[in-house]
């Protein structure tokens, strides 16, 4: 199975689904992620999603993080992911040097090869081409980190050579797995994905572990691993309210996944849980079904996310809450405060 993790960094995934409006959303999530740096957060990630306000609702990760620059000084802030194949290498080079610097060194950059094959048609792309596109863009981001020359004797201002050490790569597959690893960047794993034909119970961590387990394999000797699991995740004081709450997010999603011609089975809640691979209820209850999943014993970082249940605003910012006091301690997660009291004893000692 390869190694484990014994001590975790914490984050908070957003994907900006608040149920107002754009403005609104923006503004929501901003409290949620200075509410997780008040809990002791160690990161804070969003994702890049074009077009659709029902899927993401950011297409402009790298401007809504530098609105957090001057709101936050601690927690580190992450794209999961920058969409490599729609945007311009160069620029995605020169945004995030520019943005780490603001941010006092903060930035965590998180690349994945895009999403709905319709989205890629306004940039001039296929979907088809993505993967040899992502390869190539990225390794235009590098050489411009690096302060190699570009075409026409060029190297962008400011250089970024220390951000090498700050990406990350998303990927459903083993393969994807292995690249990350051979990279040396971190690994993305995704809080949910697609089950192949020929398995279509498989556990989550039935298919993640395979996907750790290349990434290991092909890590240079010597590289700090980076793996971060991400998991929906939503944590209330009463069991009833959460469950409520799933269901009528997960309900809403499952809507849309039929309009788009895909079946689940079943439609109980117990069901859509399943199928959607959701962690909820109780502290309790969630640490329950969260440390049954061994791929997650095997990660640096857990990131947590309340997508696709989407509750309130003021329930997102109390399950934070409770996830840093009960739930992420037991899963292997120190606050910063403990280390620090820790650090205090053995001073005095």
Known sequence: MGKTSPTKRLGFFSRILDQTDAASRYRLVSQQIIHAEAFGFDSAWV???????????????????????????????????ITLPMENPVRVAEDTAVLDLLLNGRLEIGFGTGGTPKAFLPFGIESGERGEIYGRHLQTVRDAWAGLELKGDNRIYPTAPYLLDRVWQSTFS???GERAGKAGDGLLLSRTQPRPPEAPHARLWDL????????????PAGRTPRILGSRTLFVADDR???LRFADLGLRRIAERFAANGFKLEGNSLDDLIRA????????????ETLTADTSLARVTDLAFQVHSVDPPHDHILRS??????????????????????????AASI
Do not use: C, M
């Open 320 to 345: 934070l809450e409770l996830t840093a006091k009960l739930v992420a301690p037991a899963l292997g997660w120190v606050s910063p405060t403990a280390i620090r009291d820790q650090q205090r004893v």
């Open 47 to 81: 994702a890049q999603h074009h077009f659709d306000g029902d899927e993401g609702g950011l297409p402009a990760p790298l401007v809504f993080l530098a609105s957090l620059a001057s709101q936050t000084s601690t927690i580190r802030l992450g794209t999961g992911v």
């Open 240 to 242: 009833k309210e959460a």
């Open 208 to 219: 993640q572990n395979p996907i750790i387990d290349a990434y290991f394999a092909a890590l």
């Open 174 to 176: 083993v393969a994807g």
């Open 276 to 287: 959607f691979d959701v962690h909820v209820g109780t502290p309790a209850d969630v640490i």
